[in-house]
């Protein structure tokens, strides 16, 4: 069975930083490319960033450039978003999943920048 847990959400400041983890089970995590997707109010699920299975490239939305970071973990099976200078448009639900995405989704977990 799919499982994706995300968790690192929260309420913080214009510029702040957040770090979202994600933990997936029933998966094989090792061959897939994993990344992060947002789903803001009244907005599509958009993609945000990922990571080769390999560890070698990494992609990231225009909007989140410079301020976001994509980090894997094969061996405990965990993927991590680290999210600096945020801003009030990073304001959504943030998914992991392969990508591309398989069909079942995890809870996700809320970010909400406040200015």
């Known amino acids: 069975q799919v499982q994706l847990v995300e968790s690192g959400g929260g309420v913080v400041q214009a510029g702040g930083s957040l770090r979202l983890s994600c933990a997936a089970s029933g998966i094989n995590f090792n061959i897939l490319h994993m990344g992060w997707f947002r789903q803001a109010p009244g907005k599509e699920r958009e993609f945000v960033a990922q990571?080769?299975?390999?560890?070698?490239?990494?992609d990231y939305a225009d909007s989140v450039k410079g301020r976001f970071t994509i980090s894997r973990d094969n061996a405990r099976r965990t993927v991590t978003l680290q999210m600096n200078n945020l801003k009030s448009e990073d304001t959504a639900i943030y998914f992991c999943?392969?990508?591309?995405?398989?069909?079942?989704w995890g809870q996700g977990t809320q970010v909400t920048v406040v200015s």
């Open positions: 990571m080769t299975y390999n560890y070698r490239y990494t």
């Open positions: 999943n392969s990508n591309p995405p398989m069909e079942s």
